[in-house]
């Protein structure tokens, strides 16, 4: 049987040109990749040692290779700049909590485990989002507790981070 295409009316080659330019704006980062504080080897971590959620720190990068706890998977959900960032070993997704500390809770369609990549100029660097609260990881040196938390989105160059996703031999 043939079916013929009956375009809506809405369709035309400039709404097929938005389209695609809107979908080239947005870079599909998807991947296996480590969470790097910029300007350090410092990289997020997932700490199993305690019942879950599992909290989120800040851990240097070993010299032989990037630990199986900092190991993450970046899936993009194909809008905007929106991921995913789900913890390759214990499949565990990084979340937020309302107290203000980044966690990792089990992997399920809960608003407060998308992050958006909101890419810097430079395109290498970018800050991690909390979808709609703006609010973004930062690295907390000051702290003697939670190396990693959430607070207002700023241009602090604390909340600035890189995909390493070269697992060679680290610093």
Same mark, same amino acid.
């Given at each position: *049987?043939i079916t013929r295409f009956t375009p809506p009316k809405t369709f035309s %080659?400039?709404?097929?040109? #938005? ?5 080239? /704006?947005?870079?599909?980062l998807s991947g296996r990749a480590a969470i790097q504080a910029r300007g350090?080897? *410092?990289? %997020?971590? #997932? ?10 720190? +800040?851990?240097? !990068?070993? =010299?032989? $290779? ?10 993009? %959900? ?13 499949? =565990?997704?990084?979340?937020? *909590? ?10 399920? @369609?809960? $608003?407060?485990?998308?992050?958006? +990549?909101? #890419?810097?100029?430079? $395109? ?11 609010? /973004? ?9 939670? !190396?990693?938390?959430?607070?207002? /989105? $700023?241009?602090?160059?604390? @909340?600035?981070?890189?995909?390493? !996703? ?6």
């Open positions: *049987m %080659l400039l709404s097929i040109a #938005l389209q695609l330019a809107v979908l080239s /704006c947005a870079e599909d350090s080897h *410092m990289l %997020l971590d #997932l700490i199993i040692a305690a019942p879950p959620p599992f909290p989120v720190d +800040l851990w240097p !990068r070993e =010299k032989s $290779s990037i630990g199986v706890n900092q190991v993450w998977n970046l899936r993009w %959900l194909q809008h905007d700049n929106l991921y995913e960032i789900q913890h390759e070993n214990t499949h =565990k997704s990084l979340a937020w *909590m309302s107290d203000g500390d980044a966690q990792v809770y089990a992997a399920q @369609q809960d $608003s407060n485990n998308t992050w958006t +990549l909101v #890419l810097q100029p430079d $395109s290498t660097t970018f800050r991690l989002e909390g979808t709609g609260t703006g609010r /973004c990881i930062g690295r907390n040196d000051e702290s003697k507790g939670a !190396r990693v938390t959430l607070s207002d /989105c $700023s241009e602090a160059s604390n @909340q600035l981070w890189e995909l390493v !996703r070269d697992f060679g031999p680290g610093p």
